[in-house]
C-alpha cells in the first residue's frame, strides 16, 4: 500500500495539470481526496508493518546496465516519515480552501505543483536506490519553486530563487558523493543496503561523507547554510510554508541519516589530530548543529515580521534533528527521528495560523501593527490556536516536541555534555521568543487609537472556516496523542535505529 502514496500524488498532479480553469472548486475537493487516500494508503501501511523490519514494496529492474532498480522499502524511521507527509499534505489542501475561490486563482496548477511536491517527498522517504532517491529528490526540488514565485508573496521571485540555488548547489555536493561511491564500489549498484556491505577505505569516507552530509544538511537548514529557510518561508503560500518546514526540510536531515551515515559511517571516526577540541566531522557538524539552536533562536527572539519568527524558530528546531543524529546513540537518534516528526506538525500548525488564518484576514504580520488590533478578542480562535502551537513548539510536556527534545537532550549529554547545555539554553531561548510574539501578537493591551485619540472598536473580520478547523484538530491532535503516547511511533521507529550499522552507532565509542 506504501507505494500508492506515489502514484496517487503523482496521478492527481497529471490530472490536475489539464484540469479545466473553469473547474476552480472542484480542483481542490479532488486534490483534497487524492491527499486523504495518499494518507490512508500511509496509515494503512504503517498499521500493517507494525511490529515488523524494513518491508519490501516494489523491486523493478529499470536501468539493469547500470545495476539501477526501482526498489521502494520502508523500515520504522521511513514509514514515521511517509504518515507525517500524509498529514502535511491534507492539512496543507485544507488550509488553502481559499484558492479557487476567485477567478485567475489558477486553483488547478497550484494543487498540481502541490500534488507533484507530495509525490517527489514520498519517493524520497521509500526509495532504496540511491540514484531513484536522488531523482525523487530532484523531483521535489521544482514543485518548491513554482509553487513561491507563482503564489508568494513578500520578495516571491527572490525566495523562490535563492531556494532552488541551495537546493540544486547541495543536490550537486550529494551527487558527487553517491556517484564516487558508486565508482569505487565497482559500478554494479546504487542500492542503499549493498553499497553500505562494501568496505570503503576510510579515507575515502573521511572526505566522502562530509561532502554528501552537506549537500543534505543545506535542505535541512544547518548554519551557517540556513539562509534560505527563512526567507523561503515568508515568500511561500501557507501550503508551501507548511510544506517546506513540515516535510522539505525532513528531507535533508533524512538523506544525512539514511545516506550520509549509513554509507559512510567511518567518516565520523577520530582524526588523527584535533584543533580547539575538534577532532572529527561528528564534532564539527554537531557544533554547527548547536550554534543553529542558539542562532536560530536568537535571531527569532528580535523579529518583528511574525512569520520571520517561526521561520527561524524551524531553524531552531531542525539544529535538535541534526544534533539527536549525530550523538550516535541509540536515544538521540530515536529523539532526532521524533523530533523530525513533531516538528513537522507543529510548524506546520504555527505556519498556517500566522500565513492563513491572520494574514489573509488582517493583511499584515507586521508585530508592532498586529499588537494594535487587539486579537486576542477580534479572533480567538486563532489566538488559542497558536497558544496550543507555541506551548507544542516549546516542548510542553504533553505534547510530541517534549518527548522528543528529552531523548535529544539525553543523547547529546553522553556524546557532547558542552553541547547539551547550550542545547538546553536554546529551549530556554525559545521559551522567550514564542511568549513575546504570543503577547505582541494576540494579547497585547494596546489600543488601536483614531485620530482623536479615541479609541478605534475591536474589529470584525472573516468567520474561521470548517476546513480550517478541520486542519487544526487534525495537526493539534496528532501531536497531543504523540505527545501523551510516544509508543505510537517509538515502536516503529526504535528497531529501525537499532538496524543500523553497528560501524555507525558505536564505531569504537561506548554507548
Known sequence: MLAYTIYLSFAGALVLAVWPRAWNAAARVFALLVAIAGLAAALFGFVAASGQGTVAVADVAWIPAMGIHYTLAADGISRVLVLLTGLAAVAGILFSWNIGQKDGDRANEFFAFFLALIGGVYGVFLSVDLFLLFVFYEIAIVPKYFLIAIWGSTRREYG?????????????????????????????????????????????????????????????????????????????????????????????????????????????????????????????????????????????????????????????????????????????INGAVLQMFSHGIIAGLLFATVGRIVYER???????????????????????????????????PGFSGFIAEVQV??????????????????????????????????????????????????????????????????????????????????????????????ALLTGGRPW
Not at 577540541?277 to 536568537?298: E, M, N, P, Q
Not at 494594535?372 to 502551537?389: C, E, H, N, T, Y
Request: glycine content about 8%; hydrophobic content about 60%.
Open 409 to 502: 537532550i539525553a543523547g547529546a549529554w553522553r556524546a557532547f555534555p558542552l553541547f547539551a547545555v547550550i542545547a538546553g539554553l536554546g529551549i530556554v531561548v525559545g521559551v522567550a521568543y514564542t511568549w513575546r510574539a504570543m503577547q505582541r501578537a494576540f494579547f497585547s493591551d494596546a489600543p488601536t487609537l483614531d485620530a482623536n485619540g479615541a479609541a478605534v472598536p475591536i474589529p470584525q473580520y472573516e468567520p474561521i472556516t470548517l476546513a480550517e478547523k478541520a486542519a487544526v484538530l487534525l495537526l493539534a491532535g496528532t501531536s497531543l496523542l504523540i505527545g501523551l503516547y510516544p509508543k505510537l511511533l517509538l515502536d516503529a521507529i526504535a528497531p529501525a535505529v537499532e538496524a543500523l550499522p553497528h
Open 160 to 332: 523562490a530563487m535563492k531556494l532552488a540555488l541551495y537546493s540544486f548547489a547541495g543536490s550537486a555536493m550529494v551527487l558527487i558523493g553517491l556517484l564516487a561511491a558508486y565508482a569505487t564500489a565497482g559500478s554494479h549498484t546504487m542500492n542503499l543496503y549493498a553499497l553500505a556491505q562494501y568496505p570503503f577505505p576510510v579515507s575515502f569516507q573521511m572526505w566522502a561523507f562530509p561532502l554528501v552530509f552537506t549537500g543534505f544538511a543545506i535542505l535541512a537548514g544547518m548554519w551557517p547554510f540556513h539562509t534560505w529557510a527563512p526567507t523561503g518561508h515568508v515568500a511561500a503560500p501557507t501550503a508551501a510554508s507548511m510544506l517546506l518546514a513540515g516535510v522539505v526540510m525532513k528531507l535533508g536531515a533524512y538523506g544525512c541519516l539514511r545516506v550520509a551515515m549509513t554509507l559512510f559511517p567511518h567518516g565520523l571516526d577520530p582524526w588523527r589530530f584535533s584543533f580547539l577540541g575538534i577532532d572529527s566531522w561528528r564534532t564539527v557538524f554537531a557544533l554547527l548543529a548547536v550554534i543553529g539552536i542558539v542562532y536560530g533562536a536568537a535571531v527569532a527572539l528580535v523579529q518583528n515580521d511574525f512569520k520571520f519568527v517561526i521561520g527561524y524558530s524551524s531553524v531552531s528546531h531542525m539544529g535538535f534533528v541534526l544534533l539527536g543524529l549525530l550523538t550516535l546513540t541509540q536515544i538521540g
Open 362 to 396: 488582517t493583511h499584515t504580520r507586521d508585530l508592532s501593527a498586529l499588537s494594535k488590533l487587539q486579537l486576542g478578542k477580534a479572533m480567538p480562535f486563532a489566538a488559542w490556536v497558536f497558544v496550543i502551537a507555541g506551548m507544542a513548539s516549546m516542548g510542553l
